[in-house]
């Protein structure tokens, strides 16, 4: 029993990053029908930004603030450094081609993700980096039954708050029901005086923001962090997105969720070599079965 | 109809210029001698490759300080990237081939290897492996021209099992890989040898299963593992995926000993685990650089340090080094870059060349000789010494 | 039909450069020119899925995967020679990629693309897990042999090339002629609109099917020629990024273009070569160079130019005779005898609905709806918005599957058919929001209401049997014909969405008529035209209903036209049936009247 709840535990965890991650994707492919490959690669490149500002300013900041100082400055310094390389992206890669269709968009979201993740590369150095054990809170709590680790405990805290924070802004406030309108006729929103280009301009901060939050989290987590990570996790996030049903936000959430809580009971009951196989089969099937998502998109089609 | 043929007109001059390019490149002609070096650049396992670069420009540079070879011709190193994907590696091969070089030191990863390998022996040219541990490379089939530094997945295997059942007196055996073909290679073996003793009633084999590299949460295998309760926990994978589990381990509760593979333990491996897990922990490894007194060894480390900050992290690179001067002995003792000289030498010829790695010789079938393996603990201040139970 | 065409000279000098260029090259890049054809070959295999029939396929390197994996399995373990496994490892492919996307082919756009993905992945996984100790692991197969043709083997550099090359020019020669055929047209219309595909008689789910298993089966030969030539398959070559790259060389070459896939193929293999002096940056430059080829160049570097059908205006001026023209070269149409239970009711009413129930979630659309067409005449529905006038034309049509109720088409229960299966037999319609292939030519646009109405499928279009080409005429003579009687005849070779409006109508009225329907079903076919249009389309409408064995039913808002043209009129609001009579009785009829204005307080 004990270790079925430390499983789901660790599934809630990985779930959250999925979760955090496939919501840049919900919200981008909401506005702009775009699957934005590169978002992984923006996850990853959060990780790395926490990481430079801890070990470049050799742990100074920790010195000064604390601990959870230094890891608050992590986070907030990677919120803002990725967001500001989201919009760049969208300025860059995306605008210029959002005029020629879907397809087109795809290409240069692929080039986009394969220009970041080797820009990683160029900058940091193939080499696996670690995020030092110094800058992160090691203890358990004991929680009865199980333990659970304080940096577990504070992921998942940060990523629930962040998440009901998103999802009151979108289903709850006139700009979160200005995204959903551009999300479903962009066309129509405009004419209807939305200002589309401010919100893709929060989309593509945001959405970016949240990743590269989550990948410092990540990185204070597992403590390792390499060029390559981004992609993984990108895969893994875009499927939760369409698990929960794409283009709609709280279902990319639970879709993230689930997809960690899925793969940590598929690697623990079934067999760890398999997991992702049977993680993906589980997603086919359930498409076979609701086309569109659990929770299901919002969009209807007039014949 | 304008469109279609401007685009005919441009893709005859692409064509062109594609054939430009190729033709030069034919006609090229070399002076100084030319070793290739073929290494995942890109890809990744880039940072294995870059290691490897690094390494044998240390070594040429050591060469150099001695005065070089053949009189002092100048060497030139030719690097082809093989991305760590077979087709990249068959072109790789390819290109150093047709640029003529003396000889080749290559590569990492060996399904990686296998092509590269046919092409070289095809076109008669020398190939020393080091990065590429696995058996079949060597006994499947007759290759003349394939040579390899680093050692061989049964060799590493066996002694595991040996020095685990007999020296370590352990009864229940885990065995963990991450299902590359060099962690698999080392670990098969492992359990081949574990048969003889399973069938003398002396040890049982717990566990054997595989994680996935890139993944960073292990706890359900780590939990699996841990209802087994083995008395040794053995994973033959890489650094980044030992220092997590050795983490996640010990934090779910195994208390077993963990022993990582020649690819497991490393700086690098105790900066993910954390001085607190990764000390104690123990390793198959050859002689380490830092072990061995020979001053080559510790000269190449020196240098490395110099350039770069740092030693490799991992066992391969040194073994390219050490390719580079089993290479140049080579061609030293036969006078000239002349293949088939260079075979006997390498054949017959190695008596007194030393490497970093100690004595450099090859077996009938290619493979390096006098591998020894021993077993490694990591101190408390991270190092990594001779173990003694 | 097509210009013969004149000697090509760009094309004919480039395939001598393709047969020198091996004698004046060196190895290593006539092994980049060996790889550079083994993606093209996929890139065309792709080109099928992706380019030619729109289905976002992002795991395309499994089918590659299964051919290689197969070829080595049995040439390691059985011995069997290369050369028989060519025509395997496709038949596997194709099998394989039959049984997986059966279950997924409904699925849309984005679902569609991150199911393959996940098929890439777990055919990759697969490989690596050994299952059954199969497949080799992560190590993968090796010893595969090579190729020969009894003592000549294909061994060397060159003759690989040549080997490479020359399946890969008999497999072009096969698409460009696949292309320009019915199964081409099919595909392309389905990428463009697969409902209007649909309803033109166009089995979708088929047709889908049938591109994937033939770029699986294409994408398998690779596989086949990969292994071979390696003499090692292994999981690390068939990665999701394969699959990416594959994707990009569809998009860098020019959707369904044939040359623009080839062409794309040599980007993305030789680029990476070229660049590799600056080894470390390669990639970086190559993520860099996608993003700017999409925004300079979005519809690829060789984008798909359809082809200039050659029209002969004079053979089609006189209406009359056209009529005759069509009658005897129809060769289906007339043998199409329909059987019918009671032939009295069907001699009058050619479309009869029996208590037409359709609801969506809790609202009902249409409640218990009795509507009869009478044969050869015009019937007209009439009502509000919101009425559920669509929704009729929707279930009739097989667009829905209605909740309650039936539907006759000439004494036939047409009830829950699909959409394909109901335009085969007779009945043709046009849409509210016009539904066209934007595109695609005029004439294709048109040809497509002819599709259910032909027969030669793949192996006849490739080998260009007689029936076919005969087939080909003929439709393309009824196309021309209806494309001229709507006054459309010099536009042949325009672009659909090139049109204005007025005449995009009439487009798709001609796509409707040209499968000679016996129902044609028109939603508001007078919407956005002015009095002068709408009076000619009343005319064109008279005429045909003369000439031709057809019943109307049309939706209309324009009472203009419904009294001037309908002989029964049909009122709905809120689902149901208000009101029927002749168009005199319905005018003024109180409940009608209601229903538009309200009642008078």
């Known amino acids: 029993m004990a270790i079925l709840l430390e499983q789901l535990l660790n599934g809630l965890t990985i779930g959250s990053f999925y979760a955090l991650i496939a919501l840049g994707y919900s919200m981008v492919y909401g506005v702009m029908k775009l699957i934005n490959f590169a978002h992984g690669d923006l996850f990853a490149l959060g990780s790395y930004m926490g990481y430079t500002l801890l070990v470049w300013s050799a742990g100074a900041i920790s010195q000064r603030f604390g601990l959870w100082g230094g890891m608050a400055a992590a986070l907030l310094f990677s919120f803002f450094a990725v967001g500001c390389v989201g919009v760049l992206m969208e300025r860059i890669a995306y605008r210029p081609v959002q005029k020629s269709g879907r397809l087109p968009l795809v290409v240069s979201a692929l080039g986009a993700s394969i220009f970041i993740e080797n820009l990683i590369m160029a900058i940091w150095g193939p080499r696996y980096q670690a995020y030092p054990a110094s800058v992160v809170p090691v203890h358990t709590i004991s929680l009865g039954l199980f333990n659970i680790t304080a940096m577990q405990l504070f992921i998942l805290i940060l990523s629930f708050m962040l998440m009901l924070i998103l999802y009151y802004i979108v289903q709850k406030t006139t700009f979160g029901a200005a995204i959903r309108a551009t999300a479903l006729d962009r066309e129509m929103a405009t004419i209807l005086g939305i200002d589309v280009g401010k919100i893709t301009l929060f989309i593509f901060f945001l959405g970016p923001a949240l990743g590269g939050m989550a990948g410092v989290m990540n990185g204070m987590y597992y403590r390792q962090i390499s060029f390559v990570m981004g992609w993984n996790y990108g895969l893994k996030a875009f499927t939760a997105t369409i698990l929960g049903g794409i283009g709609n936000i709280p279902a990319a959430m639970l879709g993230g969720l689930l997809l960690g809580l899925i793969e940590m009971l598929g690697a623990a009951y079934i067999s760890s070599a398999w997991k992702d196989v049977f993680t993906f089969l589980i997603l086919i099937i359930i498409l076979i079965f609701r086309p569109t998502g659990l929770i299901g998109e919002k969009i209807a089609e007039k014949v | 109809m304008r469109k279609p043929k401007a685009f005919t007109w441009f893709c005859l001059c692409l064509v062109l210029l594609f054939a430009l390019i190729a033709g030069h490149e034919a006609v090229a002609q070399e002076k100084p001698i030319k070793i290739g070096l073929q290494a995942p650049i890109t890809g990744q396992w880039a940072y294995e490759g870059e290691m490897a670069k690094n390494s044998v420009e240390v070594a040429l540079q050591m060469i150099e300080e001695k005065g070089g070879i053949l009189g002092g011709r100048k060497i030139e190193i030719v690097i082809a990237d093989d991305a760590s994907n077979p087709r990249d590696s068959a072109l790789a091969a390819q290109r150093l081939v047709s640029q003529r070089v003396a000889a080749v030191i290559g590569t990492y990863g060996s399904s990686v290897n296998e092509p590269a390998a046919d092409i070289y022996e095809a076109n008669k040219m020398i190939d020393i492996g080091y990065g590429s541990t696995a058996v079949k490379l060597t006994m499947a089939k007759e290759r003349k021209y394939f040579f390899r530094t680093c050692g061989r997945d049964d060799v590493q295997g066996e002694f595991f099992s040996e020095y685990a059942v007999g020296t370590m007196k352990a009864r229940r055996i885990a065995i963990m890989h991450d299902n590359t073909t060099f962690a698999l290679g080392v670990a098969e073996e492992a359990k081949r040898a574990l048969k003889q003793y399973i069938d003398a009633g002396v040890a049982q084999l717990v566990f054997y299963d595989a994680i996935t590299p890139g993944e960073k949460d292990f706890t359900p295998i780590l939990t699996k593992l841990r209802e087994t309760n083995p008395d040794i926990w053995y994973f033959t994978g890489y650094f980044p995926e030992a220092g997590l589990l050795v983490r996640q381990g010990r934090e779910l509760g195994i208390k077993c000993p963990f022993v990582g593979g020649n690819a497991a333990i490393n700086e690098d491996f105790v900066k993910i685990a954390g001085i607190e897990y990764a000390k104690g922990c123990l390793m198959t490894q050859e002689p380490m650089p830092t072990d061995l007194d020979t001053p080559k060894a510790k000269r190449f480390l020196e240098l490395y340090r110099q350039k770069h900050n740092t030693v490799p992290t991992s066992p391969w690179p040194v073994y390219a080094a050490d390719a580079l001067f089993a290479l140049t002995w080579a061609i030293d003792k036969a006078g000239s870059t002349d293949t088939d000289a260079m075979l006997k030498v390498l054949r017959t010829g190695m008596e007194g060349c030393e490497g970093i790695t100690g004595s450099i010789a090859f077996t009938d079938r290619g493979d390096r000789k006098g591998i020894i393996y021993k077993m490694y603990a990591v101190t408390d201040k991270g190092e990594m010494v001779v173990y003694k139970p | ?601």
């Open chain 3, 1 to 601: 039909m097509n210009k013969r065409k004149k000697l090509n000279l760009p094309l004919l000098l480039v395939i001598v450069f393709f047969c020198v260029y091996p004698f004046f090259s060196n190895f290593y890049w006539i092994d980049v020119a060996f790889f550079f054809g083994v993606y093209a070959l996929l890139g065309l295999s792709l080109n099928i899925v992706l380019g030619e029939t729109g289905l976002f396929d992002l795991g395309h390197a499994a089918f590659y995967a299964i051919g290689a994996y197969i070829t080595a399995i049995l040439n390691t373990s059985f011995g069997i020679p290369i050369i028989w496994l060519l025509p395997v490892s496709a038949l596997a492919a194709g099998l394989f990629a039959y049984i997986v996307t059966s279950p997924i082919i409904h699925l849309r756009g984005d679902y569609l693309c991150v199911v393959t993905i996940g098929i890439g992945e777990i055919v990759r996984l697969a490989l690596i897990n050994n299952p059954f100790k199969l497949t080799g692991g992560p190590n993968g197969i090796t010893g595969i042999m090579r190729p020969s043709f009894g003592l000549f083997a294909i061994d060397t550099s060159i003759k690989f090339y040549f080997y490479v090359w020359g399946i890969l020019a008999v497999f072009i020669i096969c698409l460009i002629r696949l292309q320009r055929s019915r199964i081409g047209r099919a595909w392309n219309y389905l990428r463009e609109d697969e409902i209007a595909a649909e309803m033109s008689g166009i089995d979708v789910r088929h047709f889908k099917l049938l591109a994937f298993v033939l770029g699986a089966a294409l994408a398998g030969v690779a596989g086949n020629i990969y292994a071979s030539k390696l003499m090692i398959v292994s999981p690390d070559t068939f990665t999701f990024l394969e699959s990416s790259l594959l994707f990009c060389i569809v998009m860098l070459g020019g959707l369904g273009s044939i040359p623009g896939s080839v062409l794309g193929a040599g980007i993305i293999t030789i680029f990476p070569e070229i660049f590799r002096v600056v080894a470390n940056y390669r990639m970086l430059f190559f993520g860099g160079a996608l993003v700017i080829t999409m925004i300079f160049r979005p519809g690829g570097i060789w984008p798909r130019k359809r082809e200039i059908m050659a029209l002969q205006a004079d053979e089609v001026n006189n209406a009359k005779d056209g009529v005759k023209i069509l009658k005897a070269i129809d060769p289906i149409a007339t043998t199409n005898v329909p059987a019918s239970k009671d032939p009295s009711v069907f001699e009058k009413h050619i479309l009869i609905t029996d208590k037409l129930t359709m609801t969506f979630g809790g609202l009902i659309a249409v409640r218990d709806l009795d509507l009869v067409v009478g044969h050869g005449k015009i019937t007209s529905i009439i009502g509000p918005n919101g009425a559920g006038k669509t929704t009729v034309f929707n279930v009739v049509t097989g667009i829905y599957k209605p909740v309650s109720g039936k539907v006759y088409f000439e004494g036939k229960d047409i009830t829950g058919l699909k959409p394909h299966q109901i335009a085969s037999m007779g009945i043709a319609r046009t849409f509210q929001n016009i539904r066209l292939f934007p595109n695609l030519t005029c004439i294709e646009n048109v040809m497509a209401g002819l599709h259910c109405k032909m027969k030669s499928y793949v192996v006849s279009s490739i080998l260009r049997t007689d029936t076919q080409r005969t087939e080909e005429k003929w439709a393309f003579d009824t196309a021309e014909y209806w494309l001229a009687k709507v006054g459309l005849g010099d536009m042949g070779n325009e672009l659909a969405k090139n049109l204005p409006y007025g005449k995009q109508k009439m487009l798709e009225l001609a796509r409707a008529l040209s499968s000679m329907p016996r129902l044609l079903i028109l939603d508001e076919p007078s919407s956005g035209l002015n009095d002068k249009e709408t009076e000619d389309l009343m005319i064109f409408l008279e005429n045909i209903l003369d000439e031709l064995d057809i019943s109307i039913l049309l939706i209309e808002h324009d009472m203009n036209l419904v009294m001037g043209i309908s002989h029964w009129v049909v009122a709905m609001d809120m689902g149901m049936k208000i009101a029927e009579g002749k168009p005199s009785d319905i005018y003024n009829h109180p409940r009608v009247i209601e229903a538009y204005l309200g009642r008078e307080e």
